[in-house]
């Protein structure tokens, strides 16, 4: 199997190997501009030493006709290099914007809440800046200082050592200022992303900070950063004012002094007029890139910490690989062995050694008490996660050796946070694909139960939502959320907690949905806290402090569990290794659909919202009696008859 690396680390060297390779074609254009730059100084001591001296007017015409031509000639590779520059910076960012783009959404899932601190797309807006500007063309001419400093010492050597103490000076100078405003660079980066942050969170939950009056005390917390950050950005300006009058003040001096030890040379009888007016062009010229250098150090050093950011982020996101031969589309089962999962940005696992095996046809509720590892394990078994350790196999093969899309296609997930995007609720349920056909949406809105609740609005599948759906209520939100992780028919679909937000016909639209799921021969996993939630599972997975509790048919896992839900006697513990060899005895009919995946399974029973809000109640005082039970069945005391 061919296997081509294709992740953000690979596509940043093919980017920055594009740019080198457009760069020696930009300085090869430099080499003829500075070339042609010594036209100045060369028509001067010619009209001076020449023309002046012969008074020739024919000679004085040919050469000023050559220097036009020279100079016209300067002035179109000059804008053709503006031009080049402009393309490659505009390439650059076009290379690596989706890669980027895409590294963005799963920041998240890499680094957890450290995710704040990266902005990858930003460093890219501001290399595709520079390399837009004048900065790499700048760097491109300092080459080409040494040839004009050359042609000074050959002028004269006190010419040359003059040029060159004065060029040691702007660059010591440079240095030095890089030095004073590093530390205060830094701390503005800093306070900046610390405020975009603040300033995102609030907007992101203005409902919240309206209805409880904390917009002025959000507002005093980020004016205190933003406060902070001008006050940063205002010791740069002043000390980028005061090294750039210094370099001013003594590039001046320095051309005024060449100048003047020229015209010394010239009274000496050491030199002539016209070569003391063409080394003052020629230092102008030689100090010019340095000038500029200085002029725009703050972009060129935030561009290049820009691009050492960039290396840094993309050296430690996961490799992605491209595969000849990726796996097909899983069809008959989901298989997890002893994983161990690492949240984002953690030391310590959240989940050890979950095992479990479903098949087509099942539905498996995920049950346990709040931060038992129910969402940390979902994440891994969708691939948002990877695991540290163990297994994660679907048809027998692992989830790393499908492609992204065939895991795209092959898993539908409904998240506790529902989050819509600003487009339509057609759009939505298509998970933004352009592809996408209006049957397709509708048999998606349809397995979902929504589609009746989509035709109720005046524009239907065209209705906008706003941004993150707004416009829609909570549990609007979630059954179009429903319909999105069932769109394309996918064989996994993970629900986490996807009646939280319902009422009682939105779950008996779930229960039914899960029920046609699991007709299709699809695998459903639900993680709820609600016992309604799970009535159509046909098994269970209880988790505690991370690990598997219990794992078998429902039934008999909530017998063990829960005792005294209306049992004559105290059930066999079934343990998390003891899988579905009971299953068939306790649910012969889940056994042959799980044999034969398109057979169609016995119909769930849908409740009526009285029964199920009643059942809903009884379960949830079950739940809430769980805990002392086991305490006291750990302690070897009595139960308490019911």
């Not at 505009?90 to 783009?101: E, N, V």
């Not at 000038?291 to 060129?300: A, E, S």
Request: net charge positive; hydrophobic share 50%; with cysteine.
């Amino acid at each position: 199997m061919k296997i081509e690396e294709t992740g953000p680390e690979a596509q940043l060297k093919s980017a920055l190997s594009g740019v080198r390779r457009t760069l020696w074609g930009v300085s090869a254009i430099s080499c003829f501009g500075n070339i042609l730059m010594l036209t100045g100084p060369v028509f001067m001591m010619l009209v001076y030493n020449k023309v002046l001296a012969s008074k020739s007017m024919p000679t004085l015409v040919a050469l000023s006709l050559l220097v036009l031509v020279l100079y016209t000639f300067y002035g179109f590779l000059e804008g053709l290099r503006g031009k080049l520059m402009a393309r490659v910076g505009i390439a650059f960012d076009h290379r690596l914007a989706p890669g980027l783009f895409n590294a963005t959404l799963r920041l998240p899932l890499t680094f957890g809440h450290q995710s704040r601190e990266h902005d990858p797309l930003q460093d890219l807006a501001v290399i595709r800046n520079y390399l837009m500007g004048q900065g790499p063309a700048t760097l491109l001419d300092l080459p080409w200082i040494p040839l004009y400093y050359s042609i000074l010492f050959v002028m004269h050597p006190l010419l040359g050592a003059a040029a060159a103490a004065g060029a040691a000076f702007l660059v010591l100078l440079s240095l030095v200022n890089q030095r004073a405003t590093r530390d205060t660079s830094r701390a503005a980066n800093r306070v900046h992303a610390a405020t975009a942050v603040l300033l995102t969170d609030a907007r992101r939950n203005a409902e919240a900070a309206a209805a409880m009056s904390m917009g002025d005390d959000l507002c005093k917390r980020w004016g205190t950063g933003y406060v902070s950050a001008i006050v940063h950005a205002r010791d740069l300006a002043d000390q980028a004012s005061v090294f750039g009058a210094i370099a001013k003040t003594a590039r001046l001096t320095l051309q005024s002094a060449m100048l003047a030890l020229g015209a010394f040379l010239v009274i000496e009888g050491e030199l002539s007029a016209g070569a003391m007016l063409a080394s003052s062009i020629i230092l102008a010229r030689a100090l010019a890139p340095i000038d500029q250098i200085i002029g725009q150090w703050r972009m060129t050093s935030g561009a290049w910490g820009a691009l050492k950011r960039l290396r840094a982020l993309v050296a430690r996101l996961p490799k992605t690989t491209a595969q000849q031969h990726g796996m097909p589309k899983p069809k008959s089962q989901l298989s997890v062995r002893d994983v161990v999962i690492v949240p984002p940005g953690a030391a310590q696992a959240t989940v050890s050694g979950v095992s479990f095996e479903i098949e087509a046809g099942d539905a498996l509720g995920i049950i346990g008490p709040s931060g038992s590892g129910k969402s940390t394990l979902i994440r891994a078994l969708v691939g948002a996660w990877p695991v540290a350790r163990g297994e994660v196999r679907f048809d027998g093969a692992l989830i790393a050796q499908y492609s992204p899309e065939a895991l795209a296609d092959s898993i539908g997930h409904l998240p506790q946070s529902i989050e819509l995007f600003d487009g339509t609720i057609g759009e939505n349920i298509a998970r933004f694909r352009k592809d996408a056909s209006t049957d397709d949406i509708v048999a998606a809105a349809r397995l979902a139960g929504v589609h009746e609740m989509v035709l109720a609005f005046p524009k239907g599948y065209d209705t906008p939502v706003g941004e993150g759906g707004a416009i829609l209520s909570g549990g609007q939100r979630q059954r179009i959320g429903l319909a999105r992780a069932v769109f394309g028919n996918p064989f996994l679909v993970v629900l986490d907690e996807p009646n939280s937000n319902l009422d009682p016909v939105g779950e008996q639209s779930l229960n039914e949905a899960i029920q046609r799921l699991r007709q299709a021969g699809k695998i459903v996993i639900i993680v709820a806290h609600r016992p309604s939630a799970i009535f159509a599972a046909n098994k269970i997975l209880s988790l505690r402090n991370g690990r598997a509790e219990m794992f078998g048919p429902k039934a008999q896992v909530l017998t063990a569990l829960f005792p005294r839900a209306g049992q004559p006697h105290k059930p066999a513990p079934v343990a998390a290794n003891q899988v579905a060899n009971t299953e068939a005895v306790a649910h012969p009919a889940s056994a042959a659909a799980q044999a034969s995946p398109a057979a169609p399974l016995p119909a769930v029973e849908i409740l009526t919202p009285a029964t199920a809000a009643a059942l809903d109640r009884t379960l949830r005082g079950i739940v809430a009696n769980l805990d002392t039970t086991r305490a006291r069945r750990a302690e070897g005391q009595p139960l308490r008859k019911a």
